[in-house]
């Protein structure tokens, strides 16, 4: 159980474009899913809370007009990562928190979207 | 201020010896604390939590960890490493009293496994 995936895994695209990234709970309701962005050999920085039907909450020096957030059901997550720039390369990672279950604080993580912007 | 702390950078084991991975951590109240592993290009997967009773908790893949509040640390720990266990090590902490807000993480230890 608590199965989180990410689609895709990985997207390569030109400069100027933007790419949808997709985080789902494949077999829990998650009423929050986290976006984070990991740098090579680095550790996960958090970029925003994202709450099921409502706005997204980023986390200081996070652009929300560059990373926008939906979470538009209980079971998916996006991130659109607008007019995408070479800085931007990096490896995204969402995770899921259970709803109801274990306490409050366990987060699922998915297997992450590598970013390539040329 | 919240901030964890991984001393170690990078580790090497031999296959069979035992591991220990360090973890401190800063925080004003009664942790959450976790541990969670990354193999390479995959995401984080949780290996234990810590949240309270027992200060020795054991996890998933023989695994164990234990808190210790006046050290203010939560220690990882294998009796006998597998090769398979070589990856990145993550330790965080969350806030307490059902707040779902970000989770702090280390900056990671990286484990290789000699043969």
């Known amino acids: 159980g608590a199965v989180v995936s990410q689609h895709p895994s990985r997207v390569i695209c030109k400069s100027g474009t933007s790419v949808k990234i997709e985080c789902r709970s494949l077999?829990?309701?998650?009423?929050?899913m986290f976006w984070y962005r990991q740098f090579p050999k680095k550790s996960l920085m958090l970029m925003a809370t994202s709450n099921e039907g409502s706005k997204a909450t980023y986390e200081q020096g996070v652009e929300k007009d560059k990373f926008l957030i939906n979470h538009a059901s209980l079971t998916l997550s996006t991130l659109t990562v607008t007019s995408a720039h070479p800085e931007d390369s990096s490896f995204y990672i969402c995770s899921a928190r259970v709803k109801k279950r274990e306490g409050w604080n366990t987060q699922y993580f998915g297997p992450g979207t590598r970013l390539t912007v040329l | 201020a919240q901030s964890v702390t991984q001393p170690d950078i990078h580790i090497t084991v031999s296959e069979g010896a035992s591991l220990e991975l360090r973890c401190n951590y800063s925080y004003g109240a009664t942790p959450y604390l976790f541990w969670y592993v990354q193999s390479p290009g995959q995401g984080l997967q949780l290996l234990l939590k810590y949240f309270s009773g027992d200060t020795l908790v054991q996890g998933i893949k023989g695994f164990e960890a234990e808190f210790k509040r006046s050290q203010s640390s939560f220690n990882l720990r294998k009796p006998s490493v597998h090769w398979s266990d070589a990856a990145e090590y993550f330790c965080?902490?969350?806030?307490?009293?059902?707040?779902?807000?970000?989770?702090?993480f280390g900056a990671g230890t990286r484990l290789a496994v000699h043969p």
């Open positions: 077999d829990f309701q998650a009423t929050t």
């Open positions: 965080a902490v969350g806030p307490f009293s059902g707040g779902y807000n970000k989770l702090i």
